[in-house]
């Protein structure tokens, strides 16, 4: 059996972590930074102490698309659930304008062909590490931009095959990444409205298929 899953799902996610300090240092004031006690103070950090790290838990809903070309093409849907742990800190080097960006994730599907007579599960973990270099231009807003590199390993099972049915995969990415970040507050409460994009530059995925490697 040999299957090419495309999945594509869109979430919408609710961030339920918020920053916490782990050293009460100095704070940024404004959209510059500036030197306080021969210590550079982030810009990015504006409103919070320098050298926290963010710790933030995301879910996710949408829906999945897996392709099936096995014998003959079938498109098979259902819904996707997904969840992400994001954490996000002030590197010790560059000034305070670059942080260190991690992220682990994983997505389970549960889908049908346009028949109804066949099933399918596809599951996935990813775990990302990579750099941003930040700038603050306004009181509000951050941006930052950078790469990162990714992995990920996951399966798709045919509950219908009953020759080989399922099919795991392996991969690796280099990405471009950008971010974009307001802060407002709201019911007394700092409150993060943030966009990222990662754009796969370079990358690969293996998995094994009728007496070899896809």
Not at 2 to 20: C, D, E, N
Not at 82 to 99: I, L, N, P, S, Y
Not at 181 to 204: I, S
Request: one cysteine or more; hydrophobic letters at 35%; charged letters at 15%.
């Amino acid at each position: 059996m040999r299957i090419f899953p495309l999945v594509m799902s869109m979430y919408g996610a609710w961030v339920l972590g918020t920053a916490s300090a782990k050293a009460q240092n100095d704070t940024c004031h404004g959209s510059d930074a500036h030197e306080t006690k021969a210590e550079t103070v982030c810009p990015h950090f504006a409103g919070r102490p320098q050298n926290a790290t963010e710790h933030q838990w995301m879910w996710g809903a949408g829906r999945a698309n897996v392709l099936d070309t096995y014998l003959s093409p079938l498109e098979y849907t259902g819904l996707d659930l997904a969840v992400q742990h994001r954490t996000e800190r002030a590197a010790h080097w560059g000034g305070g304008r670059v942080t260190v960006l991690s992220m682990y994730g994983g997505h389970a599907a549960y889908m049908k062909s346009p028949t109804d007579d066949g099933k399918e599960w596809d599951a996935e973990l990813t775990a990302a590490g990579g750099l941003l270099y930040n700038w603050q231009p306004a009181k509000h807003w951050r941006f930052g931009a950078g790469g990162t590199v990714e992995g990920s390993g996951g399966f798709t099972y045919n509950t219908r095959g009953s020759n080989n049915p399922a099919q795991g995969r392996l991969g690796i990415s280099l990405n471009a990444t950008g971010l974009a970040e307001y802060r407002f507050t709201l019911w007394h409460r700092t409150a993060t409205v943030r966009g990222m994009a990662d754009v796969q530059m370079a990358g690969g995925q293996v998995g094994p298929g009728e007496g070899g490697l896809l």
